[in-house]
């Protein structure tokens, strides 16, 4: 029986961390989450979290998401991440034109797809909708996907620049292809998409550019806050959660440790040395910091969505910040426990070398570039013009 209430959702999916901890090597292994992990998670409903009552959904909050993030993140950074970016990518759909939503959420209360920004595909218009063509990195969900949902730029009469639009393909119309072989977050499974000549209505598209201040047209469809959020910032936090959840199962993992290992040379456990006592503490204190600036900037950009105003640029901009800050704040902990666990930590079969790897890798998400999002900040706080998307 799927849960009636956000919170019953919440402790629903929570039950579920340590399933996904069990997992989480066996995910590595296989390079994509475990089938019966992202089974449980889909029974808990927890795919419908953003979509439209409208249509079967729960229109829940996004502290909630964030929470839901973070403890299965404390479980397993991947399959979190896959998790959360679906529930995401609902969300997304639910700012496209009615028919789009008709058409999908009609048919079925939510979708499990990957959503890839970048404009590597190319659209061609043709009568009735779009032939759409292209090949895409990172695509998170795809292992257990019905749908796609990819960038790509067409012509549009009139401008000088083309159309990013954001497409959505069955994956019947997709092919993955077998990339994923990576350093960190390797159960994610997020493969390349492809796609050769495709047709896709004209419905089932979105110009991105409308999306970005929360006032694209499904957000005058449905009566929720929820949809006049800010994308990227939404985005941003939807990654960024599960990252934060496992840098705190790393500091957990810390203490544990603490209490049995002797320093080599010693006599002496760890725990009654002066400065691994120190380290424990300052990544405590650290931790719950970061998780408080996490709920403090989705308090923010819900904000945002409840004040019914379009967020402005300059505020998107310092969101983009807090957000990698956050997550170099995360890495840099997980980062400080490995090191005073000694090389032991490094072994295979210890999970906190995989918090390591995870956090090293997925920091490196193109929405955590801290050197592109403060210049862009920098440029909006002196009075220039922003040089990229935000």
Not at 169 to 178: F, K, Y
Not at 265 to 291: F, N, P, W, Y
Not at 356 to 371: G, I, K
């Amino acid at each position: 029986m799927q849960a009636t209430t956000e919170r019953e959702l919440i402790d629903a999916l929570t039950a579920l961390t340590p399933m996904l901890r069990d997992n989480a090597a066996l995910a590595e292994e296989l390079r994509k989450p475990v089938d019966e992990v992202m089974h449980a998670i889909e029974e808990t409903g927890a795919y419908k979290w953003f979509v439209p009552k409208k249509y079967g959904g729960y229109e829940y909050s996004l502290a909630g998401f964030m929470e839901v993030g973070v403890a299965l993140g404390e479980g397993c950074a991947s399959h979190a991440w896959v998790t959360t970016f679906c529930m995401e990518h609902n969300w997304l759909l639910s700012l496209y034109d009615q028919p789009a939503q008709e058409d999908i959420f009609g048919a079925n209360p939510y979708i499990i797809a990957p959503g890839s920004l970048a404009p590597n595909g190319k659209a061609e218009p043709v009568e009735g909708g779009y032939r759409v063509t292209g090949r895409w990195q990172w695509g998170t969900g795809v292992m257990h996907s019905g749908w796609v949902m990819v960038g790509a730029l067409t012509p549009v009469e009139g401008r000088d620049a083309p159309m990013l639009g954001m497409f959505v393909l069955p994956i019947e119309d997709a092919e993955i292809i077998d990339t994923w072989y990576v350093e960190g977050m390797v159960g994610t499974g997020s493969n390349d998409i492809a796609v050769n000549d495709a047709f896709v209505p004209a419905h089932r598209v979105v110009d991105l550019a409308t999306v970005r201040d929360g006032s694209s047209a499904g957000a005058q469809l449905h009566d929720s806050y929820i949809y006049k959020m800010p994308m990227l910032p939404v985005l941003g936090l939807t990654a960024t959660a599960p990252l934060v959840g496992a840098a705190r199962n790393a500091v957990r993992l810390f203490e544990e440790r603490m209490q049995g290992r002797t320093v080599y040379g010693t006599s002496t456990k760890q725990s009654e040395r002066a400065m691994a006592q120190s380290r424990l503490a300052h990544a405590k204190v650290e931790m719950d910091s970061i998780v408080n600036q996490l709920y403090h900037v989705a308090g923010v950009v819900e904000s945002w969505g409840r004040g019914g105003k379009p967020c402005p640029e300059l505020e998107r901009a310092r969101l983009r910040v807090d957000i990698g800050h956050i997550v170099r704040r995360s890495r840099n902990v997980v980062r400080d426990v490995v090191e005073a666990c000694g090389a032991s930590a490094h072994f295979l079969d210890n999970p906190l070398q995989r918090a390591l790897r995870d956090l090293n890798t997925a920091s490196c998400h193109t929405v955590f570039d801290l050197d592109l999002s403060t210049e862009i900040y920098g440029r909006l706080l002196v009075g220039l013009p922003a040089n990229a998307p935000i």
